[in-house]
């Protein structure tokens, strides 16, 4: 079974920055399956979104209320992907979760999430 960490959530002030980082561990075989990545989060109330996507041939999608602040992006290693946070918001307060599997669409896999929290 694919297992997924996340870490480098915390609390900043508005227009600060945060980089959240995911490791996927797992049997040689189920690592190699995985095709996609991305981070999703849910506020306090709301229903989870999709923040950004990365395939592993490196396409990226991304939210329209993240583009520009927020980078996604993969390590030397597939099993490592990264969630760049800058010019954070009020807005970005979530849980923000790593997600992953064979393909867009078909993600059954999920981290723990990390509290990411950004005061105004």
């Known amino acids: 079974q694919v297992r997924l960490v996340e870490s480098g959530g915390g609390l900043v002030h508005t227009g600060g920055s945060l980089r959240l980082s995911c490791i996927a561990s797992g049997s040689i075989n189920e690592l190699a399956a995985i095709n996609a990545m991305g981070w999703y989060r849910q506020a306090p109330g709301k229903e989870r979104e999709m923040v950004a996507t990365?395939?592993?041939?490196?396409?990226?999608n991304y939210a329209d209320s993240v583009k520009d602040r927020l980078t996604i992006s993969k390590g030397t290693s597939q099993n490592i992907m990264f969630l760049q946070m800058n010019s954070l918001k009020p807005e970005d307060t979530a849980v923000y979760y790593c997600?992953?599997?064979?393909?867009?669409?078909?993600?059954?896999?999920w981290g723990q999430g990390t509290q990411v929290t950004v005061s105004s």
């Open positions: 997600n992953a599997g064979l393909r867009l669409g078909t993600m059954p896999y």
């Open positions: 990365i395939t592993r041939a490196g396409t990226t």
